[in-house]
């Protein structure tokens, strides 16, 4: 039976059918046409733009399939890895969704999500492989996929369908690698990804800035200069960034899926990083006619969702979409004599079944009396904290947790709202010139409206140059940044006063942040 894998990527979308592990047919879709509204009404939502488009072109190719696996773009994905400590498997669930809080930028509710769970022996902890897709995002490709009145058999990230690809092609993802596919010509989302033995430690999604013309697409020359370098630079910064995240877990080759201009550039970066590296060859996998493209593979990786299996567990689809539930039909009991009326039991059949039972429960709770005692060393291993329990349960801390929350949002607003002349009022000493003296500072606030008043004197023997020197003072103040960011529609006052019977100058200056 064919399948289908569908990618909706950022600039383009393709669809790639396969029968077994083969193409059959393949359809490159721009996100112009959607974008610029084609035929459509400018009304007409965008997931009935996208039905209409997609089986016009499917029949149009003649694309027969009936089942498909969605294929989506880090943009519309959050993936995030992280670890927890060990903790029992029924409060594993709610544990991950308390903790994945602080990786999402926000609800939880409003996620459809799966993770996967690797015990890492070194560090004795739970690694936690996250997904998540908004539930609004998932609406909107089920709604294209009724008009095509086509089955859904998973929701995959890009990035995990090109895994199915290394495992066509043979190659092994043993040890620690980093797999990086890029398609200059289509500009499309570039995935880069590092697997501990087929395990994702650490993903990053790359977009170039420059803006492909879709004419360029259909041409296999590229030109490798500007965007080459862009990219080059990016695969730096994830390279490092995952460097410092995990030091102790030094990638040992990079696995390129990369069109031919490009093979000898990325493996002559690899060498410069002191890596090793391969080109992943998927070219006799793809029809003759068809270039290398992006798109295309992580298409194809999607149609053989059913056919190769990967390490990777997570599924992104709705459990309202994915399962139906079966009613149980009512039924007519039946004794157990009646259905084998010859049927004999020997009492050597009876003592084995009971030792196979035995033995088996004993296996189990042999396999559990370690997980139990390592979970109690987990526990005595949580930190005392004074006005939180270690026997509290995961809604409780979550109760908490919120509470605290609403605490230091309180805090933070409060900071926020202070009024800090801390650099400005350190200005003063710095720019006061010889003959000038401050003899007071009053600063007032009342609600958002602030005032600095300056009083002072100048003495120079000569009133005219102290009136220059007060105003070369007051001209200093005004046009310095701290001032200025601060405090707007500054004034100035002068007059003349007796000190012990000598005439000196004195000024007030007053800076106001609102306008009179």
Known sequence: MNSVGIYFGPKVMRIAESKGKSIVSNLLIPQARIVSGGDFQEKVPEEMKL?????????RAKMSAHEASLVISGKDLIIRTFDMPVIPQNELYNAVGFEVRKYIPFKIEDLIYDFQVQFEKTSKKNFILFAGIKKETVNKYMTVMKQLNMKVNAIDYSGFSLLRLLRLAGVSDKGVVAVVDVDLVEED????????????????DLTLTSEPTFETIKDEKIETGISSDKFKNELRISLDFYSRKFPGKKIDKILFFCPDVLKAELQLFAKERETGSQ????????????????????????????????????????????????????????????????????????????????????????????????????????????????????????????????????????????????DTLDLLPRVIPEGVWMDSLTFRKESDKAELLLRGYAYLGDSEKEWQLVN?????????????????????????????????????????????
Do not use: W
């Not at 003592?351 to 039972?357: D, G, M, R």
């Open 189 to 204: 989302e570039i995935n880069f990804m590092v697997l501990q033995n087929g395990f994702p430690l650490f993903s990053r």
């Open 279 to 422: 080109i992943v060859d998927i070219s006799r996998y793809l029809p003759k006619t068809t270039p290398y493209a992006s798109s295309l593979c992580k298409a194809y990786g999607g149609s053989l969702a059913k056919t190769i299996r990967t390490a990777i567990r997570v599924d992104l689809l709705a459990p309202k979409v994915k399962k139906t539930v079966i009613p149980v039909k009512s039924v007519i009991p039946v004794p157990a004599g009646a259905l084998f009326p010859e049927l004999k039991l020997s009492p050597k059949a009876l003592v084995a079944a009971v030792i196979i039972c035995v033995a088996a429960f004993g296996v189990g709770y042999y396999q559990k009396v370690p997980v139990a005692r390592q979970l109690q060393e987990v526990i005595k291993a949580r930190p005392e904290v004074a006005t939180v329990s270690s026997d509290l349960t995961v809604e409780e801390l979550t109760k908490i947790s919120a509470d605290y929350k609403k605490k230091v949002d309180l805090f933070d607003t409060l900071l926020k709202k202070r009024f800090l002349i801390t």
């Open 51 to 59: 039905g209409i488009l997609f089986k016009e072109e499917m029949k």
């Open 472 to 516: 070369s003072f007051f001209t200093k103040l005004k046009e310095n940044q701290n001032f200025g960011k601060i405090f707007i529609n500054p004034k100035i006052s002068l007059d003349h006063t007796q000190i012990k019977k000598t005439t000196v100058t004195n000024f007030t200056i007053a800076f106001k942040n609102y306008k009179d």
